[in-house]
Nanobody, 121 residues
Framework: QVQLVESGGGLVQAGGSLRLSCAAS????????MAWFRQAPGKEREFVAG???????DYVDSVKGRFTISRDNAKNTVDLQMNSLKPEDTAVYYC???????????????WGKGTLVTVSS
C-alpha cells in the first residue's frame, strides 16, 4: 500500500500562486509514477499533471505554461506549483500514484484525500 497526503491548498485571488505538496509513504516512492487530478463541483475528476519514474512529464492543455509538477525522491514528495491561477482552477486537488503514468483516474492505484483550492475573481 501507498499512503498519500496532500497539503498546500487554500484561498487565493485570480493571478496568484499556490504550491501543493503530496507526501508519500508505505512503499518506495521512486517505484511509482505520480499525478495530480482535480475535481470541481458537478464535474468529473480530471487529470492535471503527471510525472513518471524517469522524470517524464505530462500536462493537460489548460495548465501548460502555468503549472509545474516536480518530484523529490529523497523526500518522497511530489509538488504542483500553480501560477497565474484562474477561477476555473477552483477544485479539490488530489495526488495519485500508479506503476505507470496514465491520464485515466479509474486506473490510478492510490489516492490522497485531496486539498481544496479556491481561486476568487
Amino acid at each position: 500500500q501507498v499512503q498519500l497526503v496532500e497539503s498546500g491548498g487554500g484561498l487565493v485571488q485570480a493571478g496568484g500562486s499556490l504550491r501543493l505538496s503530496c507526501a508519500a509513504s508505505g512503499r518506495p516512492f521512486s517505484s511509482y509514477a505520480m499525478a495530480w487530478f482535480r475535481q470541481a463541483p458537478g464535474k468529473e475528476r480530471e487529470f492535471v499533471a503527471g510525472i513518471n519514474r524517469s522524470g517524464g512529464i505530462d500536462y493537460v492543455d489548460s495548465v501548460k505554461g502555468r503549472f509545474t509538477i516536480s518530484r523529490d525522491n529523497a523526500k518522497n514528495t511530489v509538488d504542483l506549483q500553480m501560477n497565474s491561477l484562474k477561477p476555473e482552477d477552483t477544485a479539490v486537488y488530489y495526488c495519485a500514484a500508479n506503476t505507470v503514468l496514465v491520464r485515466t483516474a479509474r486506473l490510478m492505484d492510490y489516492w490522497g484525500k485531496g486539498t481544496l483550492v479556491t481561486v476568487s475573481s
